[in-house]
T-cell receptor, first 110, second 114 residues
Framework: GQQLNQSPQSMFIQEGEDVSMNCTSSSIFNTWLWYKQDPGEGPVLLIALYKAGELTSNGRLTAQFGITRKDSFLNISASIPSDVGIYFCAGQGGSEKLVFGKGTKLTVNP | SQTIHQWPATLVQPVGSPLSLECTVEGTSNPNLYWYRQAAGRGLQLLFYSVGIGQISSEVPQNLSASRPQDRQFILSSKKLLLSDSGFYLC?????????????FGEGSRLTVL
């Protein structure tokens, strides 16, 4: 079945630093999604990508749909303490189901 | 606008007791509905999904079952809970027949089985 490798598993950064995380897939996806989950809450959709090569921003967040359709990255610029949480990538190929990465846990030191 | 609610938010149950978690979606019709489980704060495991009333697809053989008695209602159940059923359960929905796979999650239900 389809699998997603998300890296890094965790990151410890200083406030103000930029962050980059990525996901790679063993197969082609038609949609890439990025979510953020705060402790004890459900994941919240940050960015949705639908086309290979697409680059989309949401405030300080930028995500790209890889040209091979097998990868995506998420960048966070000038991190702040409230960026803390777990970030998940998710991809959808030809089926009804999304495939999720295992998450990147971000810690921001003030 | 669409909203999704699930309850209870927190549940502590003894081993062998039954379970019922409920999820409802408002503001949309004929959504696809999903139940996920998240263990230890990481990784989302798809348990069940439904594309319509009475239609349930099970992803993982387990001690749980799901039902969809109404268009916007999705219920996760167990007759006898196991210790391994502890976890954070998330209900989610998405619009059917859209090209995107955007999934919207509920607030989650924390289940502790003792």
């Amino acid at each position: 079945g389809q699998q997603l490798n998300q890296s890094p598993q965790s990151m410890f950064i200083q406030e103000g630093e930029d962050v980059s995380m990525n996901c790679t897939s063993s197969s082609i996806f038609n949609t890439w999604l990025w979510y953020k989950q705060d402790p004890g809450e459900g994941p919240v959709l940050l960015i949705a990508l639908y086309k290979a090569g697409e680059l989309t921003s949401n405030g300080r967040l930028t995500a790209q749909f890889g040209i091979t359709r097998k990868d995506s990255f998420l960048n966070i610029s000038a991190s702040i303490p409230s960026d803390v949480g777990i970030y998940f990538c998710a991809g959808q190929g030809g089926s009804e189901k999304l495939v999720f990465g295992k998450g990147t846990k971000l810690t921001v030191n003030p | 606008s669409q909203t999704i609610h699930q309850w209870p938010a927190t549940l502590v149950q003894p081993v062998g007791s039954p379970l019922s978690l409920e999820c409802t979606v408002e503001g949309t019709s004929n959504p696809n509905l999903y139940w996920y489980r998240q263990a230890a704060g990481r990784g989302l495991q798809l348990l069940f999904y439904s594309v319509g009333i009475g239609q349930i697809s099970s992803e993982v053989p387990q001690n749980l079952s799901a039902s969809r008695p109404q268009d916007r209602q999705f219920i996760l159940s167990s007759k006898k809970l196991l210790l391994s059923d502890s976890g954070f359960y998330l209900c989610a929905w998405r619009i059917t027949l859209r090209r995107s796979g955007e999934l919207f999650f509920g607030e989650g239900s924390r289940l502790t089985v003792l």
